[in-house]
T-cell receptor, first 110, second 115 residues
């Protein structure tokens, strides 16, 4: 998982609060992704960025926004957190179809 | 739409025994196929991938997988498992049309190793 760094690793939020998950990669990947992982659901794509300056919705985008700040950085923002957004969030970088994941960010919304 | 099915939620195997984890995919064209492993509290590590060519692919940690187009399957195998193989395993499928729109994952198979 070296090369994709996520912060913070753990966060507890109150319902309605906002926060941004940060992600940076140093592997010169063109594409970057945000997935969420929930028990029994596998990984589901929230948003992705195929290249610098572009972002697109994935399977479960509602309640999230993203910013591809530059080639290295791709942030995920929760504007008004809800308990349903309690999850583990993974950022990833990719070239072509091969994707490499960060270590994950554990988010709890109470 | 593409999809991945991992029929087994949990599998228990004795240490030293052989392992096969099943994966079936649905995709309208030639797929790219992947297996990832996730240890508790960790991110996902790429085990192996199939893009084209030889349908039997070798990966890290002694794992291999075989692509069978006729069965829409990409099963993961290991001849002899070790206690350190206990983890969650995910199969994933991606498209061949440029590929930047991410992978679709199965729900995972939890592997338990008995001593």
């Amino acid at each position: 998982n070296a090369g994709v760094t996520q912060t913070p690793k753990f966060q507890v939020l109150k319902t309605g609060q906002s926060m941004t998950l940060q992600c940076a990669q140093d592997m010169n990947h063109n594409s970057m992704y945000w997935y969420r992982q929930d028990p029994g659901m596998g990984l589901r794509l929230i948003y992705y960025s195929a290249s610098e300056g572009t972002t697109d919705k994935g399977e479960v985008p509602n309640g999230y926004n993203v910013s591809r700040l530059n080639k290295r950085e791709f942030s995920l923002r929760l504007e008004s957190a809800a308990p349903s957004q309690t999850s583990v969030y993974f950022c990833a970088g990719g070239i072509g179809n091969t994707i490499y994941f960060g270590e994950g960010s554990w988010l709890t919304v109470v | 739409a593409q999809s991945v099915t991992q029929p087994d939620i949990h599998i228990t195997v004795s240490e030293g025994a052989s392992l096969e984890l099943r994966c079936n995919y649905s995709y309208g064209a030639t797929p790219y196929l992947f297996w990832y492993v996730q240890s508790p509290g960790q991110g996902l590590q790429l085990l192996l991938k199939y893009f084209s060519g030889d349908t039997l692919v070798q990966g890290i940690k002694g794992f291999e997988a075989e692509f069978k187009r006729s069965q829409s399957s990409f099963n993961l195998r290991k001849p002899s498992v070790h206690w350190s193989d206990a983890a969650e395993y995910f199969c994933a499928v991606g498209g061949t049309g440029g590929g930047a729109d991410g992978l679709t994952f199965g729900k995972g198979t939890h592997l338990i190793i008995q001593p």
